[in-house]
């Protein structure tokens, strides 16, 4: 079902707008046009729907008219031409008051910088539009309550945002959106402001959130990854115009433009990527010197794996796994002689990612990575390669 | 040959007069009621005992300002104690009387006039410059027409003393409510907040700290202009000062100013309590 759909909208910033259509008809560009009319273009024909359930995410630089975009969405800016029609009403239509209690009914927001009311209390910040709806005092608390549980912020209800992390105030502002069951929520570079690690923390509990809310999200966004993470269908843009709009997946293997091609590459991060920044530490080695059959078998299951890497003189020796170890061990072996195999696969800490795909082997056990003084400092599995890149790319974003 | 000459003062004497002639009637009529209501004040606060009210004043502001420590509890007891000691005690309490009368009207005027001007573009425009006018037109001036409105007497003290004041009540709300970040606004609309309920939930409760300091302001401008007034008849220090200047008294006046500069601290360190923001 088909949940919010924009048709030709257009936001031109300045007295007369009319005007400066009829140059954006005549192919101008958006600075030509604020050269000479000193009229600022927002977004130049926008066109796209949003299904029930489904995560868009609008994408682009800064300045490239998304966040108008999104605010023409709820009318936070009036639209200059077309219509943005949500659950079958035409917004667009809807005078102050009408917009007022559709906004109410239909929309949850969540901001960049979280704007979060500093003089209010977690639980006030979160009630704050259940109060403005007039919801009995008891059943707002409660609803607040419970979206400040799902957002995992219990225990910090009197708080106030002054004394929260980013993290913990973006939240916040997901919580006093989810607490006013809209079913639509915007979210304005919700995570921008966030730093890596907690950005894909929050990313990962949207997603989580997303899969028993069900909700209609339409999330802005500049950062690619986060868009391909989010997003059902993804729609680029440039100087106010959508530029292509579909699946991650078509945007990355077919992208529509130079720009956008551009924009694509920058993902493909895997050539600078070494081996150093998808490996994993291992979680435990086994030592030749004074390990036998058993000991190595009780290190493996501390760790939950069926093999494990076994040093020798501080260096990496080879690896044994845990049927060998088991056979050894009913044989009565003392050491790891002769389970010890040495066709696992090595590599330099400086090794390209992506050329690390090729190394993957059948074998049930992962790469080894050693330094350049021969350490050994890490494994990578098909996981930690995969996950490691789609991480990596973020913090270089 | 004689140059023209613009008649400007003539003008502002002929509209006051014209006010004068056919609404004075009821300003009168509000000073009689208005001056009774002072005297049962003062009456009403002479009738404790000196030594109780200072002792209640001296908690009171020990209790306001305790976060800050025993210094300005202390200040009250001693500087209201010296004020009863120097046998002032009865102007000060009108002088009091005066300033919270005077601050609590121009509040009730500048608060919403403030919240007037943050909100509208063209009130801005047109109010901003009237209150330069009022700020700059020195405080005098303004006691001359308040006598034949009001008569001689602590109304038309009342009078040109919120015109002196209100000013910056009026400015600092506009202040304080424009300087509500944007995005909490925004975010305020987004929550569908009706106008009034955006301005009770959010501008007004962020703007307080502006607002306050200007509140603050405003009662120190009136305590001053209140002291100028005794020469159109507001008792009080301002009086005893009024008193010693024609007598040559300069003891007598310094007692009285000395008194005036207490009451001033205690009001200025009592406020800023109230204006400080929260962590």
Redesign the interface.
């Given at each position: 079902m088909e949940k919010i759909r924009v048709e030709n909208l257009y936001k031109i910033f300045g007295p007369d707008p009319e005007n400066v259509m009829e140059m954006i008809s005549r192919g101008e560009t958006k600075d030509r046009i604020m050269e000479q009319t000193g009229h600022g273009v927002g977004v130049v024909d926008a066109n796209f729907h949003v299904n029930q359930g489904e995560t868009v995410v609008i994408m682009g630089l800064s300045g490239s008219g998304k966040s108008t975009l999104i605010r023409c969405v709820?009318r936070?800016i009036d639209p200059s031409f077309g219509k943005v029609i949500v659950n079958g009403k035409d917004v667009t239509a809807l005078s102050r008051e009408e917009l007022?209690?559709f906004?109410?009914e239909h929309?949850g927001?969540v901001?960049q910088?979280f704007?979060l009311?500093?003089?209010r209390t977690v639980i006030t910040n979160v009630e704050?539009?259940l109060?403005?709806?007039q919801m009995e005092k008891e059943q707002r608390f409660k609803a607040a309550m419970s979206a400040i549980e799902q957002v995992g912020l219990k225990g910090w209800e009197n708080s106030?945002p002054?004394q929260l992390s980013g993290g913990m105030q973006q939240r916040v502002g997901l919580a006093?959106a989810l607490a006013?069951d809209a079913d639509i929520m915007?979210m304005d570079e919700a995570f921008s402001a966030l730093d890596p690690l907690i950005r894909r923390d929050m990313q990962d509990e949207l997603l989580s959130l997303q899969e028993k809310l069900k909700k209609t999200i339409l999330f802005v966004s500049h950062d690619l990854d986060e868009a391909i993470k989010l997003g059902d269908r993804i729609i680029l843009m440039k100087d106010g115009i959508i530029v292509q709009e579909g699946t991650a997946e078509d945007i990355l293997t077919n992208p529509a433009n130079d720009y956008v091609a551009r924009f694509v590459e920058d993902v493909d991060m895997s050539k600078i990527i070494t081996a150093e920044n998808v490996m994993l530490k291992p979680l435990e080695v086994s030592f030749y010197e004074t390990d036998g059959p058993k000991t190595a078998m009780r290190r493996m299951a501390s760790t939950g794996s069926d093999y494990i890497f076994v040093k020798k003189d501080w260096k990496l020796s080879g690896v044994v796994t845990i049927d060998d170890a088991a056979k050894a061990r009913k044989a009565g072996d003392m050491n790891l002689d002769n389970i010890i195999r040495q066709d696992h696969v090595t590599v330099s800490t400086d090794k390209p990612a992506n050329e690390l795909f090729e190394l993957m082997t059948d074998k049930p056990y992962p790469i080894a990575v050693l330094d350049p003084e021969n350490k050994f400092v890490g494994v990578i599995t098909k996981t930690s390669l995969l996950t490691g890149l789609a991480e990596t790319n973020q913090g270089a974003q | 040959m004689e140059v023209y000459k613009l008649p400007v003062g003539k003008t502002i004497e002929n509209s006051i007069d014209f006010f004068v002639e056919n609404f004075s009637f009821i300003t009168k009529s509000i000073s009689h009621f208005t001056e009774a209501g002072i005297d049962l004040i003062v009456s009403a606060i002479m009738f404790f005992p000196p030594w109780l009210l200072i002792l209640l004043a001296s908690g009171a502001t020990f209790a306001a300002t305790r976060k800050k420590g025993y210094g300005v509890g202390i200040f009250t007891l001693a500087g209201l104690t010296l004020i009863w000691n120097m046998r002032l005690w009865e102007p000060a309490v009108s002088t009091i009387a005066l300033v919270v009368i005077a601050t609590l009207i121009s509040m009730c005027i500048g608060l919403p006039l403030g919240i007037l001007a943050a909100l509208n573009n063209t009130f801005y425009r047109i109010v901003m410059p009237v209150l330069d006018f009022m700020q700059t037109m020195p405080a005098f001036v303004y006691l001359i027409p308040a006598i034949p409105f009001f008569g001689l007497g602590p109304v038309a003290a009342i009078f040109s003393t919120v015109i002196f004041s209100v000013p910056p009540s009026i400015r600092l709300t506009c202040l304080g409510i424009k300087q509500v970040p944007a995005e909490l606004v925004e975010a305020a609309d987004a929550f569908a907040c009706t106008k009034w309920q955006k301005l009770v939930k959010l501008q007004v409760p962020i703007a307080t700290p502006t607002i306050m300091a200007g509140l603050n302001q405003t009662i120190m401008l009136a305590l001053s202009m209140v002291v100028i007034a005794a020469m159109i008849g507001a008792k009080g220090l301002g009086g005893e000062v009024w008193k010693a200047i024609q007598r040559l008294q300069p003891g007598k006046g310094f007692e009285a100013g000395i008194g005036i500069v207490i009451i001033a601290i205690i009001l200025d360190r009592v406020m800023q309590q109230f204006g400080e923001k929260r962590d």
């Open positions: 709820n936070l007022r209690q906004r109410q929309f927001m901001f910088n704007a009311f500093p003089h704050f539009g109060e403005v709806k106030y002054a006093r006013l915007l | -």
